[in-house]
């Protein structure tokens, strides 16, 4: 209600200040003023973008365009070095796993020749104790021989004497021989 | 019960609309007041009295300030919101600018940026409900027209000299056709100043007066000022738009008159 008479009131003051009633835009008697104004503002404006503003983001700009760059190029190094140090831990990594491997050779080999002196050694000792065994079996071999004609002799002479007969040791030994050879 | 609800609320809107609908409904509709001068203090209008074209033109003049210069202000190298806004207005121009007008029109970036800036933020502070659209009046942007239209021509003539005029001699077209063609081409470059700035002030004048004109609806219509007031919502997010291409077109036009001013050759 207040703003509809407020309005015409508006509208009675343009109609008597005579303005145009259609467009205010074709209100020329504005135009000087609008100019003015305008002139100022862009006068106002261009003097804050030339002197402050412009000036002042392409230096932000161009300085975060550098800094990218110096890090791109931090990065390039860093990833180089990087490179770098893998070859060379590849490369320790691969000496160290050959010494690894001599060293191990190495040690087989020395094990094996111990291994092989101790055969021999081995070997010789039971050679030895084999042939001084056979050497007693042929002994005790020899010594039950003579001990069975010896207990042949005896049990000889003890069956002649009691059967009754007169023992003569001479023949029966001979007698024993005789049997044992054949 | 949402539907009740709704109902019932639906009736008392129709209900209140009755109610306090204004008595004399009549379609008292002024879309084109908004567009008035009126000065600040007094009532006449010399050419230095302060008006609402002042004010708004300052406003505009803040508007700039505090985004480049107080955005910027940190240097940050990783920029704050208002920064990029800033960083990203400057890249949007000067791009603009290099790649339409060439390299060697990048010495008019500032002047280019001037122009952008002013209609940029005069546009969108137009679209304050209830504030005063500089950018809407003929007189403003056929001064802008004006002053790239002279610039244009002036620099056109002292880069290329009379070889400026070989923009209007269509080397490339057949001989007898050339005359017909410089006349044509003589038309269209007078013109240009003036469908440069009709074509802003009218977009820019339209969108508000239709604005206008559906808020009059809306207080005429009682309980059915709903249907209007969506349409203002729907327009008002298109004149958003307008707002910024309009000074985007403005801005690229001049590059593309600047072009012709630097290399005239077709």
Redo the contacts between chains.
């Keep these: 209600m207040a703003s509809n008479t407020q309005e015409a009131a508006h509208g009675a003051a343009d109609a008597a200040h005579g303005s145009a009633p259609g467009m205010p835009q074709l209100d020329f008697s504005t135009f000087g003023n609008q100019i003015f104004w305008l002139a100022v503002a862009l006068v106002v404006i261009y003097l804050i973008l030339s002197r402050v503003a412009l000036p002042r983001i392409a230096a932000v700009l161009a300085e975060r365009q550098g800094t990218i760059t110096n890090d791109l190029a931090a990065a390039e190094d860093l990833k180089a070095k990087a490179v770098e140090a893998e070859n060379a831990y590849n490369k320790a990594l691969a000496d160290a796993r050959a010494e690894a491997q001599r060293i191990a050779a190495e040690a087989r080999a020395e094990i094996q020749a111990d291994l092989n002196d101790a055969i021999a050694k081995a070997d010789a000792q039971i050679t030895e104790k084999a042939a001084e065994s056979e050497k007693a079996i042929a002994e005790i071999k020899a010594g039950a021989l003579d001990s069975v004609k010896t207990v042949a002799n005896d049990t000889a002479e003890a069956l002649v004497a009691a059967l009754g007969g007169k023992s003569d040791a001479k023949a029966i030994a001979a007698a024993v021989d005789e049997r044992m050879k054949g | 019960m949402g539907k009740i609800f709704f109902f019932a609320a639906l009736a008392l809107v129709v209900v209140s609309g009755f109610l306090f609908a204004?008595?004399?409904a009549a379609l008292?509709i002024?879309p084109?007041?908004q567009?008035?001068?009126s000065p600040l203090f007094g009532d006449h209008?010399?050419?230095?009295?302060p008006?609402n074209?002042?004010l708004w033109?300052?406003l505009?003049?803040v508007a700039?300030?505090a985004l480049?210069?107080l955005g910027?202000s940190r240097?940050?190298?990783v920029?704050s919101r208002a920064?990029s806004v800033?960083?990203l207005a400057?890249?949007f121009i000067y791009k603009m600018v290099e790649d339409v007008a060439g390299k060697d029109g990048v010495k008019f970036?500032?002047?280019i940026?001037?122009?952008f800036?002013?209609i940029v933020m005069a546009n969108f502070l137009g679209l304050i409900p209830g504030s005063f659209t500089?950018t809407?009046?003929?007189?403003?942007t056929a001064?802008?027209a004006a002053?790239v239209f002279f610039t244009v021509t002036i620099v056109g003539f002292v880069k290329n000299g009379v070889g400026f005029l070989g923009l209007f001699w269509v080397s490339s077209a057949p001989l007898a056709l050339r005359p017909i063609l410089a006349i044509i081409e003589l038309i269209s470059y007078f013109v240009r100043p003036v469908s440069h700035s009709i074509r802003l002030?009218g977009n820019v004048?339209a969108g508000h007066a239709v604005l206008k004109v559906f808020a009059g609806f809306a207080a005429a219509l009682g309980a059915f000022s709903f249907l209007p007031i969506f349409a203002i919502t729907a327009v008002y997010a298109l004149e958003v738009l307008v707002a910024f291409i309009q000074a985007y077109v403005f801005t690229i036009l001049t590059c593309v008159y600047l072009k012709d001013a630097l290399h005239p050759s077709h």
Excluded: K
């Design positions: 204004p008595e004399h008292a002024h084109m007041d567009f008035n001068v209008i010399a050419w230095y009295t008006t074209v002042t033109m300052g505009a003049i700039v300030f480049l210069v910027s240097r940050a190298i920029p920064q800033a960083e400057y890249g970036f500032p002047y940026m001037t122009l800036m002013f500089t809407s009046h003929i007189a403003v001064v802008l002053l002030a004048m």
